[in-house]
């Protein structure tokens, strides 16, 4: 079945350093999303990217959908505590009626103050 | 505007017990999922309706599971019996006809099966 991969599935960073998680699918991806899920919390939606090779920008959030929709990243800048939390791509998995989110296995980020 | 919201937020049940979870989505969201994330696992889908119909239910684990929604509002998933592998944090999305990927995640029901 479809399986994304992301790496890595841990990490701890100093604040105001960078940090960069990567999703990667065997096949051609429809589309990414990317969500957010801070410990206890439930997952938000964070941006959607369908173009080959589409950049979007949030603040210090960087996405980037790889020109063979087989990969994305997520990079932030200059990360603060409030970044805390695991962060998923998820691909939406259109077939017949459905349209559930394949979610990647997640990079849990840990920023120390 | 009233987000997703899920009852109870945590439920602590034997194995054999039975639980009925309960999802009310974003008002006229008419797509709804259930998900499930297991001991800090990946989110996993269990199933999808668009308003009162199962559109698909491929992820539900087995027919210990039975989910419904009633006149295409809120939404229940009940497990009969109750086994320790369906531990987890279940949650409840919704999203717009047209916004599929946009889905909206309630605060989940943390299950303990002991």
């Known amino acids: 079945g479809q399986q994304v991969m992301q790496i890595p599935q841990y990490q701890h960073v100093q604040e105001g350093e960078d940090f960069t998680t990567y999703c990667n699918s065997s096949t051609t991806l429809s589309n990414i999303q990317w969500y957010k899920q801070r410990p206890g919390g439930h997952p938000v939606f964070l941006i959607q990217l369908v173009k080959s090779g589409e950049v979007k920008k949030q603040k210090r959030l960087t996405f980037q959908f790889g020109e063979a929709k087989k990969n994305s990243s997520l990079h932030i800048t200059a990360t603060q505590t409030t970044d805390v939390g695991t962060y998923f791509c998820?691909?939406?998995?259109?077939?017949?009626?459905?349209?559930?989110?394949?979610f990647g296995t997640g990079t849990l980020l840990a920023v120390q103050p | 505007e009233a987000g997703v919201t899920q009852f109870p937020s945590h439920s602590v049940i034997e194995k054999g017990q039975t639980v009925t979870l309960r999802c009310d989505p974003i008002?006229?969201?008419?797509?709804l999922y259930w998900y499930r994330r297991v001991m800090g696992k990946e989110i996993k889908f269990l199933l999808h309706f668009v308003k009162e119909s199962k559109q698909d239910e491929s992820g539900m684990p087995n027919n210990r599971f039975l989910a419904e929604r009633t006149g295409g509002t809120y939404s229940t998933l009940k497990v009969q019996p109750a086994e320790l592998e369906d531990s987890g944090v279940y949650f409840c999305a919704s999203s717009q006809v047209y916004r599929v990927g946009e889905q909206y995640f309630g605060p989940g029901t943390r299950l303990t099966v002991t």
């Open positions: 008002s006229g969201h008419d797509n």
């Open positions: 998820a691909e939406t998995a259109y077939g017949g009626a459905t349209n559930k989110l394949i």
